[in-house]
């Protein structure tokens, strides 16, 4: 019989945690947490932590990332799913184009909030490309998915 895997997701947001809460209710191994994750967590080691369409709203991608390694039990992983990494040359315009961006949208104010990681971050640690858009079989096959999947372990 296969044990039923924890669920938990963390969020800083409060409007979107109390939205979610409610969702909860009806998944017995699923539990919302409002706040820093690394607080909240103290005494819990975590098999993986997935963060999807979610790492560019984290200023300092190894900080996160160290952070998210000590809630890892051992042989634990990180996922990054949906989320753009540049290489330094696209970075200038890149950030320009989220400014012009999220100034069309009516929301300047989020380029603030915006970070912009490249593929040089994920460099100090133990990764591996899951996905990469931009191999030569994937260019070949000319696959329209433009985001890396990025597993780092612990």
């Not at 539990?31 to 690394?38: A, H, K, R, S, W």
């Not at 051992?74 to 961006?101: T, V």
């Amino acid at each position: 019989m296969m044990a039923t895997a924890e669920h938990i997701a963390t969020d800083n947001f409060e409007t979107l945690y109390f939205q979610l809460r409610k969702k909860e209710e009806n998944i017995s191994n699923l539990n919302f947490i409002y706040g820093d994750p690394e607080s909240n967590l103290k005494e819990k080691k975590i098999d993986s932590i997935i963060f999807a369409a979610s790492i560019q709203y984290f200023e300092s991608f190894e900080e996160i990332i160290q952070k998210a390694l000590r809630l890892l039990k051992p042989n634990g992983e990180i996922h990054i799913l949906d989320s753009h990494f540049y290489s330094m040359s696209e970075l200038g315009a890149a950030i320009e184009r989220s400014k012009l961006y999220f100034e069309g949208a009516g929301f300047p104010e989020m380029s603030q909030h915006y970070f912009h990681h490249t593929l040089d971050s994920v460099a100090n640690f133990n990764y591996r490309f899951l996905y990469n858009p931009n191999s030569l079989l994937n260019r070949f096959l000319k696959n329209k998915k433009p985001f890396y999947w990025i597993q780092i372990q612990a």
